[in-house]
């Protein structure tokens, strides 16, 4: 029989907590035991609570549904939940998200973000006056639409793909493949009753569906797998056609 | 001090919390949101399989309505639910799915013609109507007569919570994330409002309320392994324990879901049995049957549960390095339908496991799940004792579930009791009696209370260790007070967590000073509110001398209507104590829609009450009355038990059907 002898990991994680005063951004390595099936999430509680009491980091489902747990793993975004130490060779770097507000070591402060850049597009479904009657049939919806919609609607705001983005390193403004993936959502769906000038709007510039070069940071990055290129591309595609229209004077 | 006023807090933003917030904003009050994540990222989300609402738009759900939902709910609660809050609630759902439909969820939908399921293994045609076309869909889940539960895909609470908080935005509602209740101000029997920590800075401060909302989900967490979320860990129901005065129900009432991914304890949807799935042993044989010929593998929750830890008994598991475990086995479903129905559930495989579900089986093991049990409250969802404090979702005890939850009711809970408390607080506000009469004093004692609390916590010396405490309270919750229970080990479980508790107040936070965002001193201070939302747990467990819904003891088979058709009712009013103080109320038979019966699983151990045969009795004569007389099944129910006018005034309509269109109804637009 094959005696299976577990690695030793080496985690280095980036620490920084600037609630206290002189301190310095510093690499600290852990070492630590591998166990079978262990993944970032146990490994980093394993640290916390054998080796660092003060380490700071974010879970909360732990099954890669909510997205709080996103850094830099290796030099790549991703969820630290699910992710097999297995996977990874045996020396680990660890970082926060890079854009967002740094609440200390690996917690940043993805919500504050979020929410501003939703009451920014408005990332609501906008209704038509109306007397809505819950007691009444629900609107019928293409099956298949459903789907394309929900599809769209799996984001998961973990912030990978707004720290993968080549762009917003350059303009801090840009909405990032999460606000364009929004917009492509709410775009295609009828009960939504903005105009597609509503949407130029909103997302007709540089900080918006034509500030992305295209790098395919995103995409790359997004641990749901969303068609995020796909989508921008359309949206440039009808964006641009708008604001021909627009230009021209036309304005219908 | 820092002190912010409101009309009304929330705590908690999940699907409870927020549906109560944007309620209540609706009626013109201000209102804030405290969460200690970003709402989006509570554990609502995670919710995968679906909501039940009667809508009985798919071939599979034809003939639903509030009734059989009713039906059904109070049989999986085993009698324990309270029936009017019940009704209450069938009413609201179809009006509560159709409301977040017109919010965005994106259900999905019935789709006309034929398309194949399957069906105890079976492939079956099952051929929709045209006139459904395009209407919400449903599927099957455990306990239900009929495929009632809508979903979107497997993201079902994450469409839900996605599309709620959204709303909330657009109605521009305050919300503060990593914000922590830590303690409620009240005085005279009267709440206002909470103290709390700041997560980030460590700063304590009052919010001070008319009425104060506790929304904060369940308290999975005091086991080793749950499928809930890491911050499910009980602390509004320890919050209001705290109090002194506010009473908390039915806490040993917790739900085991039958196919948690073994070891890590991720959950894997009903909706995969739901969806044709079935359970296997260590040979590969689908055991359900044999154990239960009707509903098989889709019997309620803790039937299945306490099922496969019988054949676990059995010596018939799997064994791993992690113990004897049981399979899921969804690979008769095709590889199409998981990818397009069971997507998370096929991520977790992957992530998790390592193995693709359309090819292998899923390790799986009943696991804790759910706590029924909770914040009392009466139908208004205000506490029955403290009052200005309301409490919805998961984190009370309103009580709809009774001692068994059925899959599916419970993010419709959440959003029907959100919808409910936010009239009945939006009323309590418009009153002059809902106006702050707190003395200054007073919330400066409590806040100065927290405060030295925390202190004692970072300069304590030679103190304990939070971690030990913890995970020793997490073992004997695992071990002693499992789904299946016995007064030997109830009462050394009971033991060890005072123990434990006494332990706890001489915490020290080791290793980690900061008065900011501190891990290590988090969980010092909830790891003491933990035990004794455990105790409550234990010692409702070890007194109840019964078997009911997933409350199940081992030298109690018998479901004892005789002696404990009763909620557990729960105080602390002496902070130096180790238990609680316990009461009971009871649940009366003559005022019950549906009296005590037999649920249909396993052999009829009831010891029956008498006057469940008296009651049944009057009801049949009602029904024969009813019946001469030619009334509809909404005057039968109200002839039976009338609860029409609990409702507010805005939810007592009915709910329209493709069979039951209503009169009234406007053309509808194509
Ligand atoms: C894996 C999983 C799958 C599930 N699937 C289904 C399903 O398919 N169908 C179904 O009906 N049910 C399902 N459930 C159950 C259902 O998801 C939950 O019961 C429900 O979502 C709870 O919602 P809630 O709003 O009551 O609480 P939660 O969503 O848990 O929200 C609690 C909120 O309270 C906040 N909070 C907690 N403590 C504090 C505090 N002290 N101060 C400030 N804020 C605080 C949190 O930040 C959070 O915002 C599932 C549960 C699990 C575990």
Redesign the interface.
């Known amino acids: 029989m094959k005696i299976e002898t577990n690695r030793r990991l080496k985690i280095s994680i980036l620490r920084f907590?600037p609630?206290?005063k002189g301190d310095k951004p510093r690499m600290e390595t852990y070492e630590i035991e591998e166990a079978?099936?262990m993944?970032l999430f146990i490994a980093l509680n394993d640290i916390?609570?054998h080796h660092?009491?003060?380490?700071?980091f974010?879970?909360?489902?732990?099954?890669?549904?909510?997205?709080?747990c996103a850094m830099i793993i290796n030099g790549k975004p991703d969820l630290a939940c699910?992710t097999?130490t297995k996977k990874l060779p045996g020396e680990i770097t660890l970082a926060p998200l890079p854009v967002f507000e740094l609440?200390?070591d690996l917690?940043v402060?993805?919500?504050?973000w979020?929410?501003g850049l939703?009451?920014r597009l408005?990332?609501?479904?906008h209704?038509e006056e109306s007397e809505?009657n819950?007691?009444?049939?629900?609107?019928?919806?293409?099956?298949e639409l459903?789907?394309e919609?929900?599809e769209l609607?799996?984001c998961?705001?973990c912030g990978c793909c707004v720290a993968g983005c080549g762009t917003i390193q350059m303009r801090e403004e840009f909405v990032g493949a999460v606000g364009l993936n929004k917009i492509a959502r709410y775009q295609l769906?009828p009960?939504?009753k903005r105009s597609d000038k509503d949407y130029y709007d909103l997302i007709g510039d540089e900080d918006g569906v034509f500030g992305c070069m295209t790098l395919l940071g995103c995409e790359d990055v997004c641990p749901k797998n969303l068609p995020l290129q796909s989508k921008i591309a359309y949206l440039r595609r009808k964006m641009l056609t708008i604001g021909m229209k627009d230009k021209s004077g036309c304005g219908c | 001090m820092k002190i912010i006023y409101t009309d009304i807090l929330v705590i908690g933003g999940g699907l409870a919390g927020l549906r109560t917030a944007t309620g209540v904003k609706s009626r013109g009050h201000d209102v804030i949101v405290l969460s200690l994540v970003p709402p989006k990222r509570s554990h609502s989300a995670a919710a995968q399989g679906g909501m039940q609402a009667s809508l009985a738009n798919s071939f599979m759900g034809q003939g639903d309505n509030e009734d059989i939902h009713f039906e059904d709910t109070i049989k999986g609660s085993d009698w324990g639910a309270d029936q009017k809050v019940v009704r209450m609630f069938v009413n609201t759902a179809p009006k509560a799915i159709r409301e977040l439909t017109h919010w965005g969820v994106p259900w999905s939908r019935v789709k006309q013609g034929d398309h194949q399921a399957i069906i105890n293994t079976k492939k079956v045609t099952i051929t929709e109507q045209d006139n459904a076309h395009g209407l919400i869909t449903a599927r099957d889940f455990g306990g239900t007569k009929k495929w009632r539960t809508c979903y979107t895909s497997d993201g079902t609470g994450h469409s839900m919570l996605y599309a709620m908080d959204n709303k909330a935005h657009e109605q521009k509602i305050d919300v503060r994330e990593r914000m922590e209740a830590v303690a409620l101000i009240h005085e005279n029997k009267r709440c206002y409002g909470a103290i709390v920590r700041n997560l980030m800075t460590g700063e304590l401060s009052a919010f001070v309320a008319k009425a104060t909302t506790i929304a904060t989900g369940g308290y999975g967490r005091i086991y080793s392994v749950s499928t809930n979320a890491v911050i499910c860990e009980g602390m509004g129901q320890a919050i209001a324990l705290e109090t002194g005065i506010a009473t908390l129900g039915n806490m040993e009432a917790i739900q085991f879901h039958p196919t948690a991914i073994v070891p890590v304890g991720i959950l894997t949807t009903e909706g995969c049995r739901g969806d044709g799935g079935v359970l296997r042993d260590v040979d590969g044989y689908r055991f359900m049957p044999d154990y239960e010929p009707q509903k098989k593998d889709l019997a309620s929750r803790d039937v299945v549960s306490r099922r496969m830890i019988e054949h676990l008994r059995k010596g018939k598991g799997v064994s791993s390095r992690y113990g004897d475990h049981l399979w899921l086995d969804i690979t008769l479903l095709g590889r199409k339908h998981i990818e397009k129905n069971l997507r998370e559930v096929k991520e977790i495989c992957e992530s998790f496991l390592g193995i693709d579900p359309a090819k292998e089986w899923i390790p799986v093991r009943p696991t804790q799940h759910y706590s029924m049990g909770g914040i009392r409250t009466n139908y208004t969802g205000e506490s029955q004792t403290l009052k200005g404090l309301y409490a919805c979702g998961e984190a009370a005890c309103w009580d709809i579930h009774g001692f068994n939850r059925l899959g599916g009711n419970s993010v419709s809970e959440t959003v029907v009791s959100g919808m409910l408390a936010a009239e009945y607080i939006a009323d309590f506000c418009d009153k002059a009696e809902s106006s702050v009469d707190v003395n200054s004093n007073t919330i400066g004692s409590f806040l100065q209370q927290e405060k030295d609390k925390i202190e004692f916590l970072l300069n304590n010396e030679n103190g304990e260790d939070a971690y030990e405490l913890r995970q020793s309270m997490e073992q004997i919750m695992m071990d002693k007070v499992g789904i299946f229970r016995n007064g030997t080990e109830l009462e050394h479980a009971v033991n060890e967590l005072k123990a434990l508790l006494l332990r706890s107040n001489n915490i020290e936070v080791k290793r980690s000073k900061s008065r900011a965002a501190n891990p290590a001193l988090v969980n010092a201070y909830r790891t003491q509110r933990m035990l004794k939302i455990a105790l409550t747990a234990a010692y409702g467990a070890l007194l109840r001398t019964e078997s009911r819904g997933a409350h199940s003891r081992e030298d109690y088979p018998e479901r004892n209507d005789e002696e404990w058709l009763k909620r557990t009712i729960m105080s602390w009013p002496d902070p130096d104590s180790d238990v609680p103080v316990v009461s009971y109320e009871q649940l009366d038979i003559k005022s019950m829609e549906l009296p005590p019966g037999f649920r249909g699983y396993g052999k009829d151990m009831t010891i029956q009450h008498p006057d469940s045969e008296i009651r049944r009795e009057e009801i049949k004569k009602c029904l024969s009355n009813a019946r001469e007389q030619g009334m509809d099944r909404f005057k039968v129910q109200a002839e039976l038990m009338a609860y029409e006018d609990l409702l507010p005034e805005k939810y007592r309509g009915k709910n329209e059907r493709l069979v039951e269109p209503l009169a009234t109804r406007p053309s509808r637009k194509s």
């Open positions: 907590d609630h206290v079978p099936g993944t916390r609570q660092d009491a003060s380490l700071k974010d879970f909360v489902c732990r099954a890669g549904i909510c997205g709080s699910r097999l609440i200390g917690s402060f993805t919500g504050n979020m929410r939703n009451e408005e990332a609501w479904i209704e809505f819950f007691n009444l049939l629900e609107e019928p919806m293409e099956p459903a789907d919609i929900y609607d799996r998961i705001e769906d009960r939504d």
